[in-house]
């Protein structure tokens, strides 16, 4: 990804970020927001995924409906947001790359990731309009 693309997506992350509630910005403060290009090959063996343009985003840890006090020691919950993804996301559905469809992809990302943080499914998030 050129350094332009990638200045371009962190300006409109850094506004979506700032019209996101205060709930939204204290949860993000107890899991945090990692932005990639891309998946890692790892990454993408594991989750059996082809392209690494078809990945938006992904929360890794224990949902909160699913933790307990034998869950300490474990890795911190994370959230990681992948560029090409949503930007590749982003085309799919304006056709082209423009800045509303660009916040509203990555604004979409975070919360369909932060609905994982709070124990929803794949389902829940589609019947939410997130997935």
Do not use: W
């Amino acid at each position: 990804m050129n350094s332009e693309l990638r200045n371009h997506f962190d300006t409109e992350l850094d506004a979506v970020l700032a019209a996101l509630p205060e709930a939204v910005h204290q949860i993000l403060d107890q899991v945090p927001l990692y932005v990639e290009d891309y998946p890692s090959l790892g990454l993408m063996k594991q989750l059996q995924i082809l392209h690494r343009s078809h990945l938006c985003g992904l929360y890794t840890g224990i949902p909160l409906t699913e933790k307990s006090v034998t869950h300490s020691g474990i890795l911190s919950d994370a959230i990681q947001i992948f560029r090409e993804g949503i930007i590749a996301q982003t085309i799919s559905v304006a056709g082209n790359l423009t800045r509303d469809e660009l916040r509203n992809q990555i604004r979409i990302t975070i919360l369909h990731e932060l609905g994982h943080f709070h124990g929803l499914s794949e389902d829940d998030l589609q019947a939410l309009g997130y997935g």
